[in-house]
């Protein structure tokens, strides 16, 4: 494979573009918007990274080898990207996800640490451990600041000699049609095109797209100190972060929210995902029970219907790839998976089974409720 043509510059994509340009792959990567536009799905300030993924083996090692790789983004860029903070699962039940999460990471190697509910009380300024059983700990885990990380994918690939191009991008056979006019060919096309990828390839890929809420509270200086860990509940659905970058304390409902069109603009967070949040800081950071709103947003998930990722060739068509249903959880894999695409490229290597195209089961209960927390 000597050229690339990749849509979408999102965090799939630009990783992609990142990885081939690297290896000396002529890459094309296009998108309608600016990497890290906020009305893609990369576009947000955080997102957790984090390997606690309950019984799958394939995202606990991708999330741990995607940390590698986004400190190597960091020293090509001399920017700091990731925070290390730490996160804490906080368990409610001796054998639900969080013990097999631990479970498959100690299996790994990959550091973490089974605590009392007390221990709560010295790594966060104010906690209650009512209704846990045990916490979690992953000290290697953190936040990834998604933005500027996806921005700075995109400028290391063009410095790795990839053109960007902003343009809107249509299929033609294996080739791409711009809106201005030009159509693009190259030995591999990659379509990363996020909850836009169902729409452009609806026979062969289900994305559903949906509105999920945000809500940052001004919790005071305590908790915008270095050490505060990031956090998820996973039985009730809500993660968050310690205030970073001065935007507050982070608290993100995660239910399945309701349907929202890609191209429908983003609408004001709610006043019941906001009561919501305030109930879990309530019972679980007393002390931000009635901090000051300091914002608040909704963003867009892609998901598919059990929650894996797609990576494949259309059939019948093995230059044409389809990348994308990050499914709340893409994030963080964004350079690991690239790599494990570039190779199944390059020489045919395996990727895991659950990225293939065909029927997938809707709703794998457990499975979905952990892709989504970040
Ligand atoms: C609120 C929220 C919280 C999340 N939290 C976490 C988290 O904590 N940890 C984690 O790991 N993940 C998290 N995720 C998931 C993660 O952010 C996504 O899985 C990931 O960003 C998806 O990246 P993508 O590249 O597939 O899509 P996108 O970022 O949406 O990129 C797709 C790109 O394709 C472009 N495009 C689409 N169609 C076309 C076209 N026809 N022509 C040209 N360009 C086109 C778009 O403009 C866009 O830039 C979260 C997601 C949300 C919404």
Redesign the pocket.
């Known amino acids: 494979m000597d050229s690339a043509v990749i ?7 630009a990783s992609l573009a990142w990885r081939l340009a690297r290896d000396g792959v002529a890459v094309t990567l ?4 600016e990497p890290g ?1 906020p009305r ?5 300030e955080s ?3 984090r390997c606690g993924h309950g019984p799958d083996a394939v995202y606990t090692a991708s999330a741990r080898r995607a940390r590698v790789l986004w400190r190597e983004l960091e020293a090509e860029c001399g920017e700091a990207l990731m925070v290390e903070c730490g996160l804490v699962w906080m368990a409610h039940a001796e054998d639900g996800f969080e013990a097999a999460s631990a479970a498959t990471m100690e299996a790994q190697g990959i550091p973490c640490e089974r605590l009392e509910p007390a221990a709560g009380d010295r790594m966060f300024p104010s906690f209650g451990a009512e209704g846990l059983a045990f916490l979690l700990h992953e000290p290697e885990a953190g936040v990834l600041r ?1 933005q500027r990380a996806t921005q700075a994918l995109a400028r290391r690939a063009a410095a790795h000699g990839a053109t960007v191009v902003r ?4 299929p033609d056979g294996d080739r791409v049609r711009l809106d201005d006019g030009r159509t693009l060919e190259a030995d591999v096309v990659v379509w ?5 990828l169902g729409g ?1 390839f609806p026979a062969q890929v289900a994305i559903r797209s949906t509105r ?1 809420e ?1 809500f940052f509270f001004d919790g005071g200086p305590a908790w915008a100190a270095d050490d505060v860990p990031a956090f998820v509940d996973f039985d009730h659905a809500i993660y968050g972060t310690r205030d970073l970058d001065g935007l507050g304390v982070k608290a ?1 409902p995660d239910f399945d929210g309701p349907p929202l069109a890609p191209d429908a603009e983003l609408p004001p967070a709610t006043d019941a995902s906001e009561r919501l949040s305030r109930a879990f800081l309530r019972e679980r950071f007393p002390a931000l029970a009635d901090a000051p709103l300091a914002g608040s947003k909704s ?4 998901l598919t219907p059990d929650g894996h990722f797609v990576a494949a060739p259309l059939p019948g068509q093995p230059s044409v790839w389809l990348l ?1 249903g ?8 964004g350079p690991a998976l690239a790599e494990a695409v570039a190779a199944a490229l390059r020489s045919g290597a395996p990727l895991p089974a659950q990225y293939a195209l065909g029927p997938r089961d809707t709703l794998a209960g457990m499975f979905r409720t952990a892709g989504a927390t ?1």
């Open positions: 849509v979408g510059a999102g965090v799939f994509g296009v998108d309608r918007f536009d893609a799905t990369s576009g947000g997102r957790l990274i998604a343009a809107q991008a249509a990363a095109c996020g909850a836009w452009l999920q945000l993100a963003c867009r998930y892609e994308g990050g499914s709340g959880h893409g994030f963080k894999h970040g």
